[in-house]
């Protein structure tokens, strides 16, 4: 298994980038776990852990969403990429400007009157979260971004061959753009603020990201068990339509609370009922293809491809709807369900995405056509395995947080001081087994490919 264009090898640098994050992101994921049972574990407190954490992982999955991007169009538009000098410089601003970000949560953490203000803006810090990056990076951001949709679209005007999953590709990541300007807006008003806030939030991922996991989803399944192009295509568009659907007015299930109309209650929870849909065709999808073709050219891929289906639904789909409807949402929002939704979610919908789209084409770019898969296999069950047990202990956690504040009246600091210590003990622990597996992917990540023959036998 080779690559077909020379340019397909820059995914290399942004996959290598976005292994390096996730590693960071989990590390510090783990000292936030253990900063629950003790504050001062740490010489950063426990806002800037969390900060880092939340950061670390989406802008991971963005740059591993980067680099398949560029393989994918180039395979698909059988061409080399439009500037391969462009694609090197975009890579390499991306990561001068996430490293002179992170490196500014690390200031502001130890030093917080750092974060002065410069043009009416916070230098280090804008506070808003998870979009807290400052706005000179913001700049940096977009500049970086529309640099990479630059060079995607001229390579398929160059050969002017269009193909669906291009299309649907290109297509969601220049939605992904849109959706990072709002971010940039500011209100007075808290709820008009939240309001354009959760468009960044949610419609990334509740809208673009799955338009993009639709489009890889469809491609992985053509590489790894050679599906045909016209049958996956057909249910490509029909599960992006349906995300566009329902998770642009899912968007509602953010606004019950925040001052909006009443009317969001029923447009949000209807919608939010729907999601999982377009989610459980994914899944539906993969398996009828894996079904009908037995020819499997990556056992690995395949495997990680389907787990994420799978898992997008799990945690994207059940465990959202388990707490987005109005009715239970009163109870629940901004409890530990929440956190739980989240973890599953995201581990199940993009990173296990990420993960199948390195393994699908990674041993191409290497120029590997076997490799040895059990430290791949292993990966995947210290992360999975972890990541449910984290996922239960968070839900559980969140069930006595939302029995003690919402029903007996207890106020947040009380309950965080009465929860039962388990929680967040059996929380570290599994992060630890997720650490591991996370660990071993790095491993197997650079030596696929590297090893001699009889290393991998």
């Avoid at 249910?235 to 609370?257: A, K, N, P, Q, S």
């Avoid at 993969?286 to 898992?311: C, D, M, Q």
């Avoid at 007996?408 to 599994?430: E, P, Q, S, T």
Wanted: aromatic fraction near 16%.
């Amino acid at each position: 298994m080779t690559i077909k264009h020379e340019s397909q090898k820059i995914a290399q640098h942004f996959y290598t980038f976005a292994v390096l994050l996730f590693l960071v992101q989990v590390l510090v994921g783990i000292i936030a776990a253990v900063q629950f049972i003790w504050p001062d574990f740490f010489i950063l407190n426990f806002n800037t852990i969390r900060t880092l954490h939340i950061n670390a992982l989406v802008v991971w999955l963005l740059v591993g969403f980067m680099g398949a991007t560029y393989y994918v169009v180039s395979e698909e538009s059988e061409t080399e990429l439009w500037s391969l000098p462009l694609a090197k410089f975009q890579f390499w601003a991306t990561v001068v400007t996430i490293t002179t970000v992170v490196l500014g949560y690390i200031i502001m953490g130890l030093y917080p009157q750092a974060n002065i203000l410069v043009f009416g803006t916070r230098l280090l810090n804008e506070g808003r979260e998870y979009i807290e990056a400052p706005r000179w990076a913001d700049v940096l951001i977009v500049i970086s971004v529309l640099l990479f949709l630059l060079n995607c679209a001229m390579t398929v005007l160059k050969t002017k061959k269009w193909t669906g999953i291009q299309g649907v590709l290109l297509g969601g990541l220049v939605f992904l753009a849109l959706m990072y300007l709002p971010g940039m807006m500011y209100a007075k008003s808290m709820v008009k603020d939240q309001f354009w806030w959760w468009w960044v939030v949610h419609l990334w991922v509740e809208g673009a990201w799955e338009i993009i996991a639709g489009a890889l989803l469809a491609f992985m399944l053509m590489k790894t068990i050679g599906a045909k192009r016209e049958v996956v295509e057909k249910w490509m568009y029909v599960e992006v339509g349906l995300v566009l659907f329902t998770g642009i007015l899912g968007t509602g299930h953010h606004y019950y609370w925040i001052g909006t109309p009443e009317y969001w209650l029923w447009v949000g929870g209807i919608f939010s009922s729907l999601e999982p849909i377009p989610l459980l065709l994914m899944v539906w999808n993969a398996f009828r293809t894996t079904r009908e073709t037995r020819n499997v050219e990556n056992k690995v891929g395949l495997y990680y491809t389907v787990a994420n289906a799978i898992f997008n639904f799990v945690g994207a789909g059940l465990w959202g709807i388990i707490h987005t409807l109005p009715q239970v949402n009163k109870w629940t929002h901004g409890t530990q369900i929440t956190t739980a939704h989240g973890h599953l979610a995201f581990y199940g919908a993009y990173v296990l995405l990420v993960m199948a789209m390195i393994y699908v084409t990674l041993p191409a770019i290497r120029g590997v056509k076997e490799f040895n898969p059990s430290r791949a296999f292993q990966s995947f069950w210290w992360m999975t395995i972890s990541m449910v047990f984290i996922v239960l202990t968070i839900t559980g956690a969140g069930m006595v947080q939302t029995y003690m504040e919402r029903l007996m009246g207890l106020d947040y600091v009380a309950v965080k001081a009465n929860y039962n210590l388990w929680f967040w003990i059996f929380r570290a622990i599994f992060g630890v087994g997720f650490l591991i597996g996370v660990g071993i992917f790095v491993v197997d990540y650079f030596k696929l490919g590297k090893e001699p023959a009889t290393a991998r036998a």
